[in-house]
């Protein structure tokens, strides 16, 4: 703390100006391990015309409120950094050298412009998209939206363009190389993760065993998406249920591993495991599994298997994040991506705001056969959510009027008719090519 002073003191008396509003930025705050007593003493370095911004990995490192004299102190997202999402590398042109040269287009002014409606309110296909998401009245406002951006902004060289940054996100993830050695990035990467799993999350929580962290971020690799019952997990690390809720809890917090768990409480005792980070999923993956992949350069010998691996976890942390999106009105709690079993197979994400249920299938090569009956079997009335405070249900009419098949196969006849949804009865099917649902969260 001393130390800290002594930067706030050279700060104020050699660099800020003397008059005027002053920020001082304290990236990672956990890193200096402040009690109760030290919070109050680094409150009391900044002056009344200085505002102090504090990042940490869980919220209560940042948590200033009880600290006297922070009255006006406010704690908002405290979270690490998530991976860069796809949007995010089209839009900075993270691909443009290798994927974009034969399209014309300038695709990310286009990103940029329909992202926000801050250049054209009647012109913002991205933003009408994603705020129509948590009205079932707007749903269809929704989908005209994405048919117009699919058919009528986008060409088709730039169509063919995001579908192979999309595959290229995959194997790269959302990350700015700049490193020419891909060993040694992934070293660097992998070296990274260790440290924050090890020397971040696990000290802050007082975690005697780390390693069981570690054990379980590489079974979220392994067994990427796939049902996991948390007896097997508990004789897997050794502990009991209660410890490894404890563990999966701080994982979720610190945004290094997430939960998927069931629509229909019906298989309460199991739950999917699913890496934030897709360079993540390569580098805790056994070699012969993920062969082609350590590599950040396009390569013809990659093992699809995995791709889907990779395409199911990297759909999971953007529908995560679409969730925000759909359930407009959370409070508190991150908003949940749940599945459901149906009897020809899995409806991967389900996104929901009360009674309207947003079901999305992933079908991507080598895994596409039964999406369409998966699609049509999802029935939303099985949807049970306990209440916050109780063990007792809502009481919901849940409604799905579109189900979703995200796929990397648009079906030709959909192509042709330029449209993205076939109509069923009583409900729409509606086709998003994977790229394209990447791009819209």
């Known amino acids: 703390m001393a130390a800290l002073g002594n930067v706030v003191d050279y700060f104020y008396t050699h660099i800020a100006p003397r008059t005027g509003r002053k920020f001082i930025l304290l990236d990672d705050v956990g890193a200096l391990r402040l009690e109760g007593e030290e919070k109050q003493q680094l409150l009391d ?15 209560s490192e940042v948590d200033m409120e009880e600290v006297t004299g922070s009255d006006e102190v406010q704690v908002k997202w405290a979270r690490p950094m998530l991976p860069m999402k796809f949007i995010d590398t089209v839009q900075h042109g993270v691909y443009n050298k290798s994927v974009f040269e034969d399209v014309d287009s300038d695709l990310a002014s286009i990103v940029e412009t329909h992202r926000t409606t801050s250049f054209d309110e009647d012109n913002s296909l991205i933003s009408d998209v994603r705020n129509n998401l948590s009205d079932a009245t707007a749903l269809p406002d929704a989908i005209e939206a994405l048919e117009d951006l699919h ?32 060993s040694v990035n992934n070293e660097l990467v992998h070296s990274h993760f260790l440290l924050y799993l090890y020397k971040e999350l696990a000290q802050y929580e007082s975690i005697k065993n780390p390693e069981n962290l570690h054990r379980l971020a590489s079974l979220a690799a392994s067994r990427a998406g796939q049902e996991l019952k948390y007896t097997d997990i508990s004789e897997r690390l050794g502990v009991d249920r209660r410890t490894v809720d404890t563990y999966l809890s701080l994982l979720d917090e610190g945004l290094s591993v997430s939960e998927s768990h069931d629509y229909s409480l019906q298989r309460y005792r199991r739950t999917r495991l699913y890496l934030r980070n897709p360079r993540h999923v390569v580098l805790l993956s056994q070699r012969q599994e993920h062969f082609g992949f350590e590599s950040y350069e396009p390569t013809g010998r990659l093992n699809h298997d995995f791709e889907y691996k990779l395409a199911r976890t990297v759909g999971f942390d953007h529908a995560k994040r679409l969730a925000y999106q759909v359930e407009d009105d959370f409070e508190g709690e991150d908003p949940q991506v749940e599945y ?39 029935d939303p009335s099985v949807g049970k959510h306990p209440q916050e405070d109780g063990e007792d249900l809502i009481d919901l009419e849940y409604q799905a009027p ?18 993205l949804v076939i109509e069923k009865d009583g409900w729409k099917l509606c086709y998003l090519p994977y790229w394209l649902f990447l791009l819209i969260c």
């Open 402 to 419: 579109f189900r979703f098949i995200v796929t990397d196969s648009l079906p030709k006849d959909l192509v042709k008719s330029e449209s």
């Open 151 to 182: 058919y009528n902004v986008l060409s088709e060289a730039d169509r063919d363009g995001l579908h192979e940054a999309a595959r290229r996100y995959l194997q790269k993830g959302g990350l700015f190389q700049r490193v020419p050695d891909y």
């Open 340 to 378: 459901c079993e149906t009897e020809a197979g899995t409806v991967d994400y389900v996104l929901r705001n009360d009674e309207l249920v947003l079901p999305l299938v992933l079908s991507y090569h080598p895994h596409t056969g039964e999406s369409t009956s998966i699609a049509s079997e999802f």
């Open 45 to 59: 370095l900044i002056d009344d015309d200085t505002s102090l911004v504090v990042t940490g990995i869980v919220e």
